[in-house]
């Protein structure tokens, strides 16, 4: 039984509760994080944990220690539970309060960690043949109100999203945001492949996401040339290339859009080759923070 970090302690998974009255529950308000480690190592923990601080300030919530501490409380999650491969789930929310919104009546946040051995996203097959999407009618939400860029506690666009696209036989849903512009997955990134271009959408619709930047880098210096720019359906329709990036997604080729095959309909090359490199640097001293001292 996984031992979670809750409020200062370690505490079993079934001891691990929270009051009805957090605000995270009653609310949604909060924020959160998805990381993953590989072979011992957490994958661009410094980016994550960045990211978890500059969420919870985007919705003025105030992590009760500093980062430094956040990382090392990661760390010993991983070590308190013996993992070395493992999903790392940090959350903060507002803490118990009043049944009002008002946040004044919520004194401490809540700080929990859950770390769970890795199980995959998607199955070996899906990646094989390249992942099915529906453009789900769930526009992501625009930057006016809860913005995209946040990884807060509110995520039943993308949940009911998901829900659509599974519905409709696809494996993921391609999220357009309200202008029409293609924004991203439920849980991913995208990447489009045009006539030895890379196109992405620029991160104002979108989480910018760990996995997508070191996707960047890796085209970057495989020499290809990276457009951040608004991309329309038309440009996912007619690319050679789709595919996806994110902690749990990984680098995932997409085959089909709507029923309508993507490039020839099978995992595009590029995408294997940038799959491959991905593979490549996890797990390791360059892109991780160890979590066990060598012996
Ligand atoms: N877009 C959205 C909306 C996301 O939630 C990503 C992109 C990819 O970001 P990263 O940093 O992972 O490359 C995410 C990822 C999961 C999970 O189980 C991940 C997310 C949310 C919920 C579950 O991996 N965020």
Same mark, same amino acid.
């Not at 993308?158 to 202008?179: C, H, R």
């Not at 512009?181 to 849980?187: D, H, M, P, Q, T």
């Not at 990447?191 to 085209?219: D, H, M, Q, S, W």
């Not at 020839?264 to 160890?290: H, N, S, W, Y």
């Given at each position: 039984?996984?031992?979670?970090y809750l409020n200062g ?9 929270i009051s009805?009255?957090d605000h995270g529950l009653?609310y949604?308000d909060g924020v959160f994080?998805?990381?993953?480690? +590989? ?13 978890l601080y500059?969420s919870a300030r985007?919705i003025n919530l105030e992590i009760p220690f500093?980062?430094?501490?956040m ?19 940090p959350i903060i929310t507002r803490g118990k309060g ?5 946040t004044?009546s919520c004194s401490d946040p809540t700080v929990i960690i ?39 506690m ?69 020499? +290809? ?71």
């Amino acid at each position: 039984m996984a031992k979670i970090y809750l409020n200062g302690e370690f505490v079993p998974e079934e001891e691990a509760k929270i009051s009805v009255f957090d605000h995270g529950l009653l609310y949604g308000d909060g924020v959160f994080e998805g990381i993953r480690a +590989y072979d011992g190592y957490v994958f661009k923990l410094d980016d994550h944990v960045d990211r978890l601080y500059r969420s919870a300030r985007a919705i003025n919530l105030e992590i009760p220690f500093e980062a430094g501490d956040m990382k090392d409380k990661i760390l010993e999650s991983l070590r308190e539970n013996g993992f070395g491969e493992a999903y790392i789930r940090p959350i903060i929310t507002r803490g118990k309060g009043s049944l009002g919104i008002d946040t004044d009546s919520c004194s401490d946040p809540t700080v929990i960690i859950i770390s769970k051995e890795w199980e995959s996203l998607y199955g070996t097959e899906l990646y094989e043949e390249g992942l099915k999407m529906l453009t789900t009618t769930f526009r992501n939400q625009p930057k006016e109100g809860l913005p995209p860029t946040v990884k807060h506690m509110n995520y039943l666009t993308n949940v009911l999203a998901l829900m659509q696209a599974k519905t409709w036989g696809a494996d993921e849903a391609l999220m357009l945001d309200t202008q029409g512009n293609v924004s991203e997955g439920s849980a991913d990134n995208i990447f489009v492949y045009r006539k030895g271009a890379v196109y992405t959408p620029p991160v104002i619709n979108n989480l910018p996401g760990i996995t997508r930047g070191v996707v960047l880098e890796l085209l970057e210096e495989m020499g +290809y040339e990276v457009k951040e720019e608004d991309l329309g359906l038309a440009e996912v329709f007619t690319a050679d290339e789709v595919f996806l990036s994110g902690t749990a997604a990984e680098v995932a080729p997409v085959a089909e859009i709507d029923g309508r095959k993507i490039g020839d309909g099978e995992p595009g090359e590029l995408a294997l080759q940038v799959k491959e490199k991905f593979g490549k640097i996890t797990g390791t001293e360059e892109t991780g923070t160890r979590i066990y001292q060598s012996t």
